[in-house]
C-alpha cells in the first residue's frame, strides 16, 4: 500500500499546498473588511501550506511518471483530503459546528453541490461566504485539471490524472497534442466566461462582492449564495435571465468551449451531440411545468409562471441548485421531474454532474439498437454519436456506469431511511447530492437546509457527493482488493 502512496505523496503535497494558498484570498478580504475571521484563515491556512510542503518533501525522492492507479489514487485521495482542509476556516470561525457538518459543507462546496448545513448566510462574514463560493469555483472544474497544466514542469506526467478527471466515456480523446496545454486551454475559457459573468451581474445591479460570489457559484454550478433566499434575494428577472443563460453556457461541454475559442466557429457548437439534447430537454421542460403551474393556478398568470418555471428548471438541471421560490410547494410531479432532469441533462466535461447528456444518449440509441435488432437480427447495426461510430466497449462500461449509478441511488436512499427519514426526503437528499445538484425536497427543499441532518445522515449525502463527483467507478475502484495488488 505505501509503495502505492509515496509515489504520488509529493504531488498530493504541491495540490494541498496550492490550496493553501489560495487561502490567502478570503483572508485578504478579511483583513480589509475586518469581519473577525482573520485568525481562522491565519491558522487554516498555516496548517495546510504546513503539511503539503511536509507532504512533498517526504514523496520528492519517489518521483516517477504516473501510471493509470496513480492517476486514480491521486483523484480519490485529493477530492477526499481537501475538504478536510477546506473545512478548517469554518471549524475554526464557528466552532460549534460540527466535525461532520464543517466537512459537509466543504465537500459540497469542493464538489459543486451547494447542499448546505448554514442559515444566517446574510450575517455571515464576507470572506467566509467568499471562501464557500471559491470552493465552487476551484472544483468546478477540476482541480486535478489545473495542476495538469503544472505537472510537466515537476517532472511527472499528467495524462493519467486528466483521463482520471475527465467526466465522458471518452475519455481517450485529446483537445490538443499536450496534456498541459488542454488544461490551461480548459481553464483559459473558464477564466474568460467568469469575468464576463461576474461583469454582467455587477452591471445589473448586484453589488460587486455578490457578483464575485454567484459567478463563482454559477460558472462551477454550485448553488452557494451570500443571502439565505438565494437569488431570490434580489427579485430581479434581468438577473435571473444573466443567471440562466450562464449556467446553460457552463453546462455546454467545456471541449467545446475550447474549440470554439479556438477556431471561431459556431459549427464546433452545432456539431456537438450533446447540445441540442440539451438545450432542448430543458427549455422544453421549463416551458411545459410553467403552462401546468399556470393551470393549476400555482401563479395567476403564464408569464410569472414562465418566469419561475424556466429559471428553477435551467437551475435544478445544470445541478446549479440556485432557487426564486420554493418549488418543493409545486404540483409533486413538477418537484420530481426537475429531479430526473439533474440526473443527465448537462454535458460531458462541463461543470455539471449527473451521468451527463452523451451517456444518456449512448443509452437510448442502445436500445433503440436493440429494437431495430429484434426486428432484424443478423443486422449490423452500428451505434453513432454524430458521425462517429462509438465501440461497443464504450456502451458496455455506459450500461455498467448506469447499474451502478441506479444501485447506488436506491442502497444510499434505503440506508437514510432506514435512520427514520422519510421517502421523499431520504431519496431526494441521495439524488440531489450524488447528482451535485443540492436542494432536493421534503425535509431538504429549497426552503430548507440540511442542519435537520445528525452526523450519521450527513456523512451518508457527503459520501454521495463524493461519490458522485467521482463518477461512481474512481471512487469504487480504490476499494476493491485488486486495485492494490501488484
Known amino acids: 500500500m505505501f509503495r502505492r502512496v509515496f509515489p504520488i505523496l509529493h504531488v498530493l503535497g504541491m495540490i494541498i499546498l496550492g490550496f493553501g494558498l489560495s487561502m490567502l484570498v478570503p483572508l485578504l478580504l478579511s483583513e480589509l473588511t475586518k469581519d473577525g475571521a482573520q485568525r481562522a484563515y491565519d491558522v487554516a491556512a498555516l496548517i495546510t501550506v504546513g503539511t503539503g510542503l511536509m507532504m512533498w518533501l517526504i514523496g520528492r525522492h519517489w518521483r516517477r511518471e504516473l501510471k493509470t492507479r496513480d492517476g486514480i489514487l491521486l483523484e480519490v485521495l485529493t477530492w477526499t483530503l481537501l475538504p478536510a482542509f477546506a473545512a478548517l476556516p469554518l471549524l475554526i470561525y464557528m466552532p460549534d459546528l460540527a466535525l461532520a457538518d464543517a466537512y459537509f459543507e466543504a465537500m459540497s462546496g469542493l464538489t459543486a453541490t451547494g447542499a448546505t448545513v448554514l442559515s444566517g448566510l446574510d450575517d455571515l462574514p464576507q470572506s467566509i461566504n467568499l471562501w464557500r463560493a471559491q470552493l465552487h469555483w476551484v472544483g468546478g472544474l477540476g482541480v486535478i485539471v489545473l495542476v495538469t497544466a503544472v505537472l510537466p514542469l515537476l517532472g511527472v506526467g499528467g495524462r493519467q490524472m486528466f483521463k482520471a478527471e475527465t467526466p465522458t466515456p471518452m475519455k481517450d480523446q485529446k483537445l490538443t497534442p499536450r496534456m498541459a496545454e488542454t488544461a490551461k486551454g480548459l481553464w483559459v475559457v473558464y477564466v474568460i466566461l467568469t469575468s464576463v459573468c461576474i461583469s454582467v451581474l455587477w452591471a445589473l445591479g448586484m453589488s460587486f462582492f455578490d457578483a464575485v460570489v454567484h459567478a463563482f457559484s454559477v460558472m462551477g454550478l454550485g448553488g452557494f449564495s451570500s443571502h439565505d433566499a438565494s437569488l431570490g434575494h434580489f427579485n430581479s428577472l434581468q438577473l435571473e435571465i444573466a443567471v440562466g443563460i450562464f449556467a446553460l453556457v457552463a453546462g455546454i461541454n467545456f471541449a467545446t468551449q ?126 453513432r454519436l454524430g458521425q462517429d461510430i462509438v465501440p461497443n466497449k464504450v456502451v458496455y462500461a455506459v450500461l455498467a456506469f448506469l447499474f451502478i449509478y441506479v444501485a447506488s441511488i436506491v442502497s444510499l436512499s434505503f440506508v437514510l431511511s432506514f435512520t427514520g427519514l422519510d421517502v421523499l426526503t431520504s431519496f431526494s437528499a441521495i439524488v440531489a447530492c450524488i447528482n451535485n445538484t443540492g436542494p432536493g425536497l421534503g425535509q431538504v427543499g429549497p426552503a430548507y437546509t440540511y442542519a435537520v441532518f445528525n452526523n450519521f445522515q450527513t456523512t451518508v449525502c457527503t459520501f454521495a457527493m463524493l461519490l458522485g463527483r467521482l463518477e461512481l467507478f474512481t471512487l469504487l475502484v480504490v476499494l476493491t482488493p485488486a486495485f492494490w495488488r501488484k
Open 258 to 383: 475550447f474549440a470554439f475559442l479556438r477556431g471561431r466557429r459556431l459549427s464546433y457548437y452545432l456539431n456537438d451531440p450533446e447540445l441540442r439534447w440539451f438545450l432542448g430537454f430543458v427549455l422544453i421542460s421549463g416551458v411545459v411545468l410553467a403552462l401546468l403551474l399556470w393551470q393549476r393556478d400555482i401563479f395567476l398568470d403564464f408569464p410569472s409562471a414562465l418566469r419561475y418555471a424556466v429559471f428553477n428548471t435551467i437551475s435544478v438541471a445544470t445541478t446549479l441548485g440556485f432557487a426564486t421560490t420554493d418549488y418543493g410547494q409545486w404540483p409533486f410531479f413538477a418537484g420530481l421531474w426537475l429531479l430526473f432532469l439533474c440526473s443527465f441533462s448537462t454535458g460531458a466535461g462541463s461543470t455539471g454532474g449527473g451521468i451527463k447528456m452523451m451517456r444518456a444518449i449512448l443509452l437510448y440509441k442502445q436500445v433503440y439498437r436493440e429494437l431495430k435488432k429484434l426486428i432484424h437480427p443478423n443486422a449490423q447495426i452500428p451505434l
